[in-house]
Structures are given as C-alpha cells and as structure tokens.
C-alpha cells in the first residue's frame, strides 16, 4: 500500500532526518504504517442464506438455528426445508446470525432476536449489543463479518404451531427500528425462518369430546371426529361446532375445511370456510401423524325458519375450488343436525 505524506511549505534537512529516503532527500520518514489486508470472512457451518439489508448499513448475510431440547434429548425427527427447527414447549433455540457491515456508521445498533406466534404476538426474545456488548457496531468497518450468537428460551406452556423467527436492529436510545429490505424483509424485521413446535402426541388445538367418524379425504386427512353445539332456538348465536382431524400423509398443498348447513330440499342456508385453526396451521404445515381440533362458529340467517337441517363437512383446495373425495366418491359428510322448532 502506498501512503502519501501530508506536507506543508517548510523544508526538511536532510542531515536530520532519522530515516531519509535516497531518492528524496526533501522529506523525513517517521515509521512504517502496518496496512494489513482485511479479515477473512466470518463463517459459519451449516448456515443458510437470509440476505436482508438492514439501516443501510448491515447485511444479515446468512443464519444458523439449532434446536436445544430442555431435556437433552431431541425427541422429534430432524427439520426438512419447511422448518428450520422442531421443538417442543420448554425447549430453546440457539440463533447465530452472520453480519457483514457495509459502510461505516456513528450509530451503536442492539439487535433483537424474537420468536412470533401466527397471530404477531411475541413469545420469546432477546436483544443486546453485538457479540454480547463486546463489538458494537461505531467499530465496525466496512466490509467486516461476524457471527452473532442469541439463545431463545420458550415457555412449558407454549402452545403447539407453527412459529417464525426474526430479527433486526434498533436504537437503544430512542427505540427506533432499523428499516429492513431485500429478500427475507417483513416490516420492521429479517425472517430468519420457521419453528414448528410440537408435543409428542402431535395435537394440535384444544381436545374435545366429540362423536366418531371415519372420513378420509383424498386418502390425505382423516375427519374422525366431530361435535355440534347448536344454540337455543330463540336466540341468533351462530352454531358453533370442532371438527377433529388427522393427517394420513403429510399434505403438500393447503387445503380449505367447509361446513354447510343445508335445508330439507339441499339448498345452503349457511357455511363457513377457512383454513385449521382461524388460519395459523394450514395443511401444508401438518406431519404425518397430527391430530388436530379445530372450532369453528357458523353464522345462521336471523330468521331461520323451524325445520330440520343437515350439517355437512369437507376439505377443498381454494385456488381450484376442487374438492377433496371420500373413498366412495362423496366430497362431504354429514357430521350432525340442526333442528328450529
């Protein structure tokens, strides 16, 4: 590297110099400047890519996220790539993430690290300084790596979903929130990935008693179960029902579960449609094995007339409209009725 003294209009004697140059007498070298070239690139194994820029200033590079079972024993199968960790309640998630500084800045950034339940709500975090206050970010240089490492402690009581991890950086002065771009971006955060959180029995919303049904659809998910809670006939409640299901194969698609309520004559008086669970554990989320019970609330018309009513079930794929079929052709079943005197 060559470095160009800062000179001024005063001459140097040469006899004085400490060191002088041979060739140029006119100036006095004072030392030598050790210019190394840059550290090699932070790593990290067994990482994948995240690529969010962050304040302009970082880049959330890549990501490593290892499960750390509270009893020391992982006791489900390893992750696939619609997940980037299986836990079950209690346990934690090591989160180590790789920055890579792209211009300097007067700034001294926290980073969060937070676990967020399909509804946004926080259930787990973390938040400190970089490297645990031992490198903030005004001594970053441009073009410098590091690994990051944060621990996510959850709750024993932590429901069973699905759950994603983000990340990113704020003021602690003033609490403002670094903005976030590029790919992995969701607001004010980088999405790091997703966590399934499980129990062993892998039920997923709250059991009730039901009554028994043997329904497979599409050779995929099972309706074994199902029960109506119809509301007093003077009253306009909508009809609030759980509909137990178990999935045969692990879907790859996510499907849409119906109920129809249909008069004497087969017309549809009323329905309700939407993915398991208000929508936070669609099908593409299941695992071979997962039971799930799912209570929906079906508005009825304000003037019902008295009769009996059928109440039916079934699961569709909502870009096609394309039910799913039963063994012998049907795609609903009847889970019950609903009469109005």
Known sequence: TALSPNVDSSDVNA????????????????????APSSPPPAMLTGSFPVGATIGHAFLLDAARVVPRPASGLNRFKPSDRRFVARISPGDSLSVDLRWRSLVDTSVDYAVFVHLIDADQRLVAQRDNFPDHENFPTT??????????????????????????????????????DAPVQGPGSAGYQAIVGRVKVSIPSQVFGQPRPISPLDATFGGQITLFGAALAPPAP????????TLAWRDVVQPSIDYTAFVHVLSSAGQLVAQHDSQPLGGTYPTSDWDSGDTVYDTVAVPLPPRLPPGKYTVEAGLYRLATGARLALPNGATAIVIGTLVRE
Do not use: C, H
Not at 21 to 31: E, H, I, Y
Not at 147 to 169: F, W
């Open 234 to 241: 003077s009253t306009s409640a909508p009809l609030r029902l």
């Open 15 to 34: 006899s004085e110099s400490v060191l002088a140059s041979p060739q140029d007498n006119t100036f006095t070298s004072l030392g030598v400047v050790d």
């Open 139 to 176: 001594v970053w240089f441009p073009g410098d790596t590091m690994v990051d490492d944060y621990r996510l402690d959850t709750s024993p009581r932590l429901a069973p979903g699905v759950y994603t991890i983000g990340a990113g950086m704020y003021t602690r002065g003033d609490l403002k």
